[in-house]
C-alpha cells in the first residue's frame, strides 16, 4: 500500500487499537433534514472530540465543520437520488470528484454499492472507478454495502458476497450492516470492515450489544449515526460506544458510564 494511502486510513483506524469510531452525518444526501441534524453544524461541534472520524457531504464539511478540526474527514462521494425516488435509490453515480477530495483534504472517500438491485453493475462500475482513482491520488475508498428498506432480508449470507465484492474490487475497507452470524461475514472479507448503526433502536443497551458482539465477530469499529445523535444525550452515547471499541468495556459496562454522563 502507498505511504500516503496507509498514513490515511491509520488516521481513522487507531493504530493503537485496531479499532474505529465514525460518525456519520451524511445522512442529508438523500433523506433531506433528518430529525436531530437539521443544523448539522450544531449536531457535530460537541461530538468531534469523540470521534475517530466523520463521514459527509462536502456541502456539510465546507459549511458546517471548522477548517481547524483535526478531526479526519471521510467524504461521501456517491449520490443522485433522493428518498421521494422510492424504490430506485440504487441508481447512485459519482456526484463529487477526486480532485475536490484532495482540495477538502480529506482521509477517505465513500460511495454505496446496491448488490442485488437492477443498478448493480452501474455502482460496482463506480467502486472499480473511485479506487483506481484513489489509488493514483493515495485515498483510501469506504464501501458501503447500501440494502435500503430491505435490510430484515439481508442475512450473512447476503452480506458476505456484497462484502467479499467491494473487497475483490479494490475498496480499502467496507462498511456494512451487523447480522446473525456475523463472523462469517467478517472471517470471509479481507480487509476491515465497519458497522452501521442503522435506524435508532429502541434503548441505549440494544446498541451497546450490537456494537460488542460486532468487534467480538471480527468488525473493527462503528460507523454510527442515528442512535447517536437523535439520542437525548449524544456525547454521553458516543463516549459508552467509544468504551466499547477502544476500551473493550462490555455492553453493561458501557450502559453503566452512559446513565453516569447523562446524570
Request: glycine share 8%.
Amino acid at each position: 500500500m502507498d505511504w500516503g494511502l496507509s498514513n490515511r486510513l491509520n488516521r481513522i483506524i487507531r493504530p493503537d487499537t485496531g479499532h474505529v469510531v465514525m460518525l456519520a452525518v451524511d445522512h442529508g444526501y438523500f433523506l433531506g433534514p433528518v430529525t436531530k441534524l437539521e443544523q448539522p453544524g450544531e449536531t457535530v461541534d460537541p461530538l468531534l472530540p469523540y470521534a475517530d472520524a466523520l463521514m459527509l457531504a462536502r456541502g456539510v464539511l465546507r459549511n458546517c465543520v471548522p477548517a481547524e478540526t483535526d478531526t479526519p474527514m471521510v467524504l461521501r462521494v456517491s449520490g443522485g437520488r433522493s428518498i421521494l425516488a422510492g424504490e430506485d435509490l440504487s441508481d447512485e453515480g459519482l456526484a463529487t470528484s477526486m480532485d475536490d477530495a484532495v482540495r477538502l483534504n480529506v482521509s477517505a472517500v465513500a460511495l454505496s454499492i446496491f448488490v442485488g438491485s437492477r443498478h448493480e453493475r452501474q455502482t460496482i462500475l463506480n467502486l472499480a472507478k473511485l479506487v483506481d482513482q484513489g489509488e493514483r491520488m493515495g485515498i483510501p475508498v469506504l464501501a458501503v454495502t447500501a440494502v435500503g428498506k430491505e435490510l430484515e432480508k439481508r442475512d450473512a449470507r447476503y452480506l458476505a458476497l456484497a462484502c467479499r465484492m467491494a473487497a475483490e474490487f479494490g475498496a480499502h475497507f467496507v462498511k456494512t450492516y451487523f447480522c446473525d452470524d456475523f463472523h462469517q461475514v467478517a472471517e470471509s472479507c479481507p480487509v476491515p470492515l465497519v458497522i452501521a448503526g442503522g435506524p435508532s433502536m429502541d434503548t441505549e443497551l440494544e446498541v451497546f450489544k450490537m456494537a460488542r458482539s460486532a468487534i467480538d465477530q471480527g468488525a473493527v469499529g462503528v460507523d454510527m449515526g442515528r442512535n447517536i445523535w437523535q439520542n437525548e444525550n449524544p456525547v454521553a452515547m458516543i463516549r459508552a460506544i467509544r468504551g466499547i471499541v477502544h476500551d473493550e468495556l462490555s455492553p453493561e459496562d458501557a450502559h453503566e458510564l452512559f446513565t453516569d454522563l447523562s446524570a
